[in-house]
C-alpha cells in the first residue's frame, strides 16, 4: 500500500511529499495502526459459521446414538426372545413332553440338547 502511494504521489503531484497521506513525515506509525486495527477485526460469519458446525456435529452425535441404542434394544429383544424359546424347550424336555424340535431326536441327543441348552440359559 506504501509503495502504490509513492507511485501515485511521484506521477501525479510531481514527488510533493507533503501530499503523501500513509508515508507523510507527520503520520510515521499510521501503517503501523491500519496494521493493528485489521488484524483486530473479527469476522462475525465464521463466528455464526462455527457456531452452527458445532450444533451440527452434537446433533449427528445425538442421531448416532440414538440409532445405536435402538440397534442395541432391538438386538437385546432378540437375545431375550431366544433365551425364553430356549427355556420353554427345556422345561418341555425336561418334563418329556414331545415337541416339533425334539420328534425325530434320539434320547442321548435330547441329554445333549437338555446339557446344552442349560448351559446356555446359564
Given at each position: 500500500m506504501m509503495a502504490f502511494?509513492?507511485?501515485?504521489?511521484?506521477?501525479?503531484?510531481?514527488g510533493d511529499r507533503t501530499k503523501r497521506?500513509?508515508?507523510?513525515?507527520?503520520?510515521?506509525d499510521?501503517?503501523?495502526?491500519?496494521?493493528?486495527?485489521i488484524e483486530k477485526w473479527r469476522n462475525p460469519f465464521k463466528d455464526a459459521?462455527?457456531?452452527?458446525?458445532?450444533?451440527?456435529?452434537?446433533?449427528k452425535a445425538m442421531m448416532n446414538a440414538?440409532?445405536?441404542r435402538t440397534i442395541q434394544e432391538t438386538l437385546c429383544g432378540k437375545a431375550e426372545a431366544?433365551?425364553?424359546?430356549?427355556?420353554?424347550?427345556?422345561?418341555?424336555?425336561?418334563?418329556?413332553k414331545t415337541t416339533l424340535k425334539s420328534f425325530f431326536k434320539s434320547k442321548?441327543?435330547?441329554q445333549k440338547d437338555i446339557d446344552s441348552y442349560s448351559a446356555a440359559i446359564q
Open positions: 502511494e509513492d507511485m501515485s504521489i511521484d506521477a501525479y503531484s510531481d497521506i500513509l508515508s507523510h513525515p507527520i503520520a510515521q499510521l501503517p503501523q495502526k491500519i496494521t493493528d486495527n459459521w462455527m457456531m452452527l458446525r458445532g450444533e451440527m456435529l452434537d446433533v440414538l440409532s445405536g431366544k433365551q425364553r424359546e430356549k427355556k420353554t424347550e427345556l422345561e418341555k424336555m425336561t418334563l418329556g442321548g441327543t435330547i
